[in-house]
């Protein structure tokens, strides 16, 4: 299962993103995808997950409100609406993809290499 994530950038406090993932499989629908994410000097962290089974969605505390995970079966895509984007913010996302409830990396199967978003103040 390739992964690929588009949609990272440079943006000002406030402003939204739109982070994509195409998973390349023909099993799309048998897994459970997440958003990690990671700034320098720290752990990769769990920011959003979707089930296969009902598309039942998490978020992190830190994005409840302003995060939205969503997938398109009929596209192979998972998105991650980021809205009202804050500094601490900043990071490398990453897509995964697992064929367990995705609650840390360990529970990760495929990895994408990652798209960079950066947030000015």
């Known amino acids: 299962v390739q992964l690929v994530e588009s949609g990272g950038g440079l943006v000002q406090a406030g402003d939204s993103l739109r982070l994509s993932c195409v998973a390349h499989?023909?099993?799309?629908?048998?897994?459970?995808f997440g958003w990690f994410r990671q700034a320098p000097g720290k752990e990769r962290e769990l920011v959003s997950t979707?089930?296969?089974?009902?598309?039942?969605?998490n978020h992190a505390e830190s994005v409840k409100e302003r995060f939205a995970i969503s997938r398109d079966n009929s596209k192979n895509t998972v998105s991650l609406q980021m809205n009202n984007l804050e500094p601490e913010d900043t990071a490398v996302y990453y897509c995964?993809?697992?064929?367990?409830?995705?609650?840390?990396?360990?529970?990760?199967?495929?990895w994408g290499k990652g798209t960079a978003v950066t947030v000015s103040s």
């Open positions: 995964a993809a697992g064929t367990q409830t995705i609650r840390g990396p360990s529970q990760v199967d495929y």
């Open positions: 499989t023909m099993t799309f629908m048998s897994f459970d």
């Open positions: 979707i089930t296969w089974s009902d598309s039942s969605t």
